[in-house]
Nanobody
Framework: QVQLVESGGGLVQAGGSLRLSCTAS????????MGWFRQAPGKEREFVAG????????RYADSVKGRFTISRDNAKNVAYLQMNSLKPEDTAVYYCAAQLAPLAPTRTYFGTSDYTYWGQGTQVTVSS
């Protein structure tokens, strides 16, 4: 069973950048597909980005495409979300998620129900 801890959130002005990290422990990180989700107050949790086990394939929500980049370092057991050109509407709690995928090395997942393991979240606030 993998444990996930997010970090890197904070307050940033519109147009700025942040990099979120998701550090995994307790299991073999390279067996898990990873994803980032976010939840704004009063809204449902929504998919942001996903990456396959080996990092070959990625997928993004239309709202962040071209601005956010998901990546991973399997040697360090860390997944990242680089967020550029941030907008006030990006304000939310950001969660990383993991799904064990030993037989699907190139698959990405984008549904909340696709992921079994979740971090506690990190707040990102973008001021206008």
């Amino acid at each position: 069973q993998v444990q996930l801890v997010e970090s890197g959130g904070g307050l940033v002005q519109a147009g700025g950048s942040l990099r979120l990290s998701c550090t995994a422990s307790g299991s073999t990180f390279s067996l898990y597909a990873m994803g980032w989700f976010r939840q704004a107050p009063g809204k449902e949790r929504e998919f942001v980005a996903g990456i396959s086990r080996g990092g070959i394939n990625t997928r993004y929500a239309d709202s962040v495409k071209g601005r956010f980049t998901i990546s991973r370092d399997n040697a360090k057991n860390v997944a990242y979300l680089q967020m550029n050109s941030l907008k006030p509407e990006d304000t939310a709690v950001y969660y990383c998620a993991a799904q064990l995928a030993p037989l699907a090395p190139t698959r990405t997942y984008f549904g909340t129900s696709d992921y079994t393991y979740w971090g506690q979240g990190t707040q990102v606030t973008v001021s206008s």
